[in-house]
């Protein structure tokens, strides 16, 4: 999991935290604002994977892969079965365009599926994001703090530690002490210590997640900049939205 230190990392950061902030701020723009933001940030990441094969492995769809990860979240606003449909219909417009590609070095069906993974994994993680903003809002909000101060506490930490371990290790504790403040406040919709083995899961998801994306790309020195902002939430996102969902069920039962 590299760190890129070079240009103003801590700005964009910040200014990344605050539109965040700013879409789920306003009710009448949940969950469509955060929907088109993470929309954007999702076609750019998935456009960036398949640039990355070129050279390598080429025959994947850049625009297809970007308009398909774009659309996934922005479809997700109108539910599951939304997002079911247009997984097909990217599924179909891949196997459409491969063979129109004329620097296409994998077989047909290849090509179409490192098309898919590209925009299904960038695209699907932010789906489920919007989707739990969609049902409870209370759990998508702790789940961006719990992202934003695990990105902040590896990327400070990692970035100058001479080993790959030390900087999530640190973003691990910070999720860590900030759920125990969600804890004590019993911020909803959980109740005392059941944030906690959401909490844990965060703390390993996050990581994996990080993983993940590298292993999306040739190397994980890949540039890849729109991935890296959203690599730790490759998995926590979908992991949390369905399980959100079961311990609402268990509430409420």
């Known amino acids: 999991m590299p760190y890129d230190t070079q240009g103003p990392r801590i700005r964009l950061g910040l200014l990344w935290a605050a539109s965040v902030a700013l879409a789920l701020a306003f009710r009448p723009l949940r969950p469509y604002g955060l929907a088109v933001l993470y929309a954007v940030m999702a ?59 004329s620097n296409r070095d994998m077989p047909l069906f290849a090509a179409a599926g490192h098309t898919v993974a590209a925009a299904g994994l960038c695209g699907g993680a932010v789906a489920a994001l919007v989707l739990l903003a969609d049902y409870e809002i209370g759990a998508v909000i702790i789940l961006v703090v719990l992202l934003m101060v695990y990105d902040a506490s590896d990327y400070v930490v990692g970035s100058g530690a001479d080993n790959g371990f030390e900087g999530p290790l640190a973003g691990a504790l910070a999720i860590g002490a900030v759920t125990a403040i969600f804890a004590v406040t019993s911020a909803p919709p959980f109740r005392g210590v059941d944030i906690w083995s959401f909490a844990v899961l965060a703390a390993v998801a996050c990581p994996a997640g990080q993983l993940m994306a590298s292993a999306m790309l040739p190397t994980a020195r890949s540039k890849a900049p729109a991935l890296r902002r959203l690599d730790s939430l490759l998995l926590v996102a979908p992991a949390w939205a369905g399980l959100v969902g079961l311990y609402l069920q268990r509430l409420g039962s």
Not at 45 to 70: F, H, I, K, N, T
């Open 43 to 101: 076609g750019a990441a998935a456009m960036q994977v398949v640039d990355a094969w070129q050279e390598e492995r080429g025959g994947a769809d850049r625009w297809v892969a970007a308009l398909g990860a774009s659309a996934l979240p922005v479809v997700a606003t109108l539910g599951v079965r939304s997002v079911g449909g247009a997984l097909l219909v990217l599924v179909g417009a891949a196997v459409a365009v491969a063979p129109q590609r």
